[in-house]
């Protein structure tokens, strides 16, 4: 499976920042706001008389944890519109003395007298963690602005991925939209759903909650990113082809088969402090993100699963995400092994 988009310019990336109700469902994800607020908050020490830097800070609440932790100084540097609205949030929790907006790219930040910072906090994943993520940003920052031996929050990201049954919700929501275009006011429009299926199977289904008994292994590790080494330029380029034994016992009791529908891709991403570690998967309490899911376009009719697979056989799946300029290419593809 294949896909592949133009990048999406600044503006229009910027700007979907600019919806209040986005800002709500991300301060409204309570796992997200507790892993960020018990890492800084737990590691007082980090941040007590340091300068700091949140990058893509949003509605401010990250930069607003930093000072309640004692940070002497905090850069909150928001590229979209957002930036005075969240100096209006700050002056109302009395934060101004500490927390200063700056209403700029993070590419086009100069700290004044060429000034470091000890901390970097941000929140940038995007759906299965680089999915129009702000990573290369938090990486220019880091390089330009953190001090030798300075700490980002948070410091690790991790991608896993699992071969996985489609989830009821998902094949409900598609029999339902089957039903409606096979009778439209008495005509059939059947070409329209098939066109409609196509499509979708051409793109992950993001924000999909998988449940455990939907996938077929534990996941698997893609790939790990250590957010104080990795550069933007290794970036461009992750592959990883993985073969993993299936496992039908998360399905109904007794199942020795089951349908093969595709992958499901999560997330985890680690604080430097306490073990402290915000995870996207399927055995835990959903997030905003979710999960992930790339299905295998079917042999026939859309949504009809492709394959079906035994406990203890070994299926094999590559993923290979390439970026040039402002280009993305991601394929998925099925291997046997």
Known sequence: MSLSKSGVEHEKYFSSY????????????????DAYRDAILSSEGAFRGKVVMDVGAGTGILSMYCARAGAMKVYAVEASNLAPLASEVIKENEYSGVIQVLHQRVEDVCLPGDEKVDVIVSEWMGFYLLHESMLDSVIFARDKFLKRGGKLFPERAVLYAAPCSSPKSLVAEMQKDKEFWADVSGFKMNSIFRVISEER????EVSTCVLESDLLSSGTELFSLDLCKVTAAELDLLEAKKFVSVDCNGGESGEVSTDYSGLCLWFDVHFPVNDIV??????HPPTHWKQTLVLWPPRSDPWVPQWSVESGEVVGFERLLRRRFQDILEEFTFLKK
């Open 18 to 33: 600019e919806d209040i109700q986005v800002h709500r469902v991300m301060l409204s994800d309570k796992r997200r706001l």
């Open 201 to 204: 199977l051409k793109t992950p």
């Open 278 to 283: 915000l995870s996207t998967s399927p055995l």
